[in-house]
């Protein structure tokens, strides 16, 4: 059975620091990832997707994410974070169709 | 272009009780899928429907059920509700399950069940 785990339920960083949100996945099979944003009482927006090919896969709003499949793991980046960043942030994995498995979920805080 | 819009946006009810909630795709999307987020958790899926067949089902009970009209719209109904129900229900929609389109979700419906 395809799984992700989120490694930190919580993280905090500074204004124009590293993001690095972290994400493993279990699949049988070569697996579709995804990262999504969740803004306040709204809904899930894709960040970014691999499938294959590449990769560094590059999103939207500076993130990128780098898929490892030594590793399983599929980590989410951007090199200077900045106050609108803050938000839940949620690692998914899919194999088939549209069911997408969703990990618990990393809020990022953003230090002034 | 409008987005996924679900309706209602908030909804209370007692336990018992039985809500429908509504979807409508964005403009030539036929798949459309349903994900329960209960607070401080990962949103889970429930459903997955194409051109108005039901095409997954996640580990929920059969209170759930769902349904697509031609127009490519969906409802999720939940009977006899219970406390547990209360969460924020996603919509989304893609142009095509079966070759992993992007998924555009929808700010969703949230839930209380009192």
């Known amino acids: 059975a395809q799984s992700v785990t989120q490694l930190g339920s919580h993280v905090s960083v500074s204004e124009g620091a590293l993001v690095l949100l972290r994400c493993n996945y279990s699949?049988?099979?070569?697996?579709?990832l995804f990262w999504y944003v969740q803004y306040p009482n709204q809904g899930l927006q894709l960040l970014l997707k691999?499938?294959?090919?590449?990769?560094l896969v590059k999103g939207i709003n500076g993130f990128e994410a780098e898929f490892k499949k030594s590793e399983t793991s599929f980590h989410l980046t951007k090199p200077s974070a900045h106050m609108s960043d803050a938000a839940e942030y949620f690692c998914?994995?899919?194999?088939?169709?549209?069911?997408?498995?969703f990990g618990k979920g990393t809020r990022l805080h953003i230090l002034p | 272009d409008a987005g996924v819009t679900q309706s209602p946006t908030h909804l209370i009810k007692t336990r018992g009780q039985h809500v429908t909630l509504r979807c409508s795709p964005i403009?030539?999307?036929?798949?459309v899928s349903w994900y329960q987020q209960v607070l401080g958790q990962g949103p889970q899926f429930i459903f997955q429907?194409?051109?108005?067949?039901?095409?997954g089902r996640g580990n929920f009970p059969d209170r759930f059920s769902a349904r697509q009209f031609p127009n490519y719209s969906s409802e999720l109904n939940v009977n006899a509700l219970l406390l547990g129900d209360s969460a924020l229900y996603l919509c989304?929609?893609?142009?095509?399950?079966?070759?992993?389109?992007?998924?555009?979700f929808g700010d969703g419906t949230r839930l209380s069940i009192l």
């Open positions: 989304a929609s893609s142009l095509d399950f079966r070759t992993n389109q992007p998924q555009h």
């Open positions: 699949s049988s099979v070569p697996p579709y």
């Open positions: 691999y499938t294959t090919g590449a990769t």
């Open positions: 998914a994995v899919s194999d088939e169709g549209d069911k997408i498995i």
């Open positions: 403009s030539g999307h036929k798949s």
């Open positions: 429907y194409y051109e108005k067949e039901e095409r």
